[in-house]
């Protein structure tokens, strides 16, 4: 399992753009996790589930309502990963109006998420293996902090707890 200290591992997330721009066409693109993360500070929360109860109503619009506060504080960018294709990330980005606040990362076949050792297995509840629920600082690749709730828990992974590590940094 990943910890603080180590690089992020590879791999390639997918995130679906609406509008073309900056080589970026519409649908979904590729996204090199250690590419893109080199020279940042990224604040990374990961979550089980598009449209899932807690992340819908608490998890993405805490991160959301915070992303000012957290740039201020040194982030870079925000990124949301879940076990879902980027089509579905896209809608739920929609949804959640996350646009330009909250890079909305796919992880359609938990390539990415097995490689960080945090999956989350939901088989017995119809949702097959997911991620489990973490937030991480990482600066430059590598992780300064890592909060993983427990099952069915969200009390450590939340924006305001990664804000006052960002602010700690």
């Not at 997330?13 to 090199?32: A, F, K, Q, R, T």
């Not at 990224?42 to 807690?54: E, H, K, R, V, Y």
């Not at 949301?80 to 990330?89: E, L, T």
Request: glycine letters at 12%; a neutral charge.
């Amino acid at each position: 399992m990943i910890k603080v200290g180590d690089k992020l591992p590879a791999g390639t997330l997918m995130e679906y753009s609406e509008v073309e721009g900056n080589g970026c066409s519409i649908g979904p693109n590729p996204v090199d996790v250690q590419k893109a993360a080199a020279g940042k500070t990224i604040a990374i929360f990961a979550l089980p589930g598009a449209f899932t109860p807690t992340c819908s109503a608490k998890h993405v619009p805490g991160f959301v309502q915070q992303a000012a506060d957290l740039k201020a504080a040194g982030v870079d960018e925000i990124w949301c990963i879940s076990v879902n294709d980027a089509f579905v990330m896209g809608a739920w980005a929609r949804d959640q109006k996350t646009t330009g606040v909250v890079r909305m990362l796919g992880d359609g076949s938990a390539d990415y998420t097995k490689a960080t050792g945090l999956t989350l297995d939901l088989t017995a509840r119809g949702m097959g293996l997911r991620s489990n629920r973490y937030s991480m600082l990482v600066k430059d690749g590598v992780v300064k902090t890592l909060n993983i709730e427990a099952p069915g828990k969200f009390e450590v992974s939340d924006a305001g707890t990664l804000l006052a590590q960002a602010k700690a940094a």
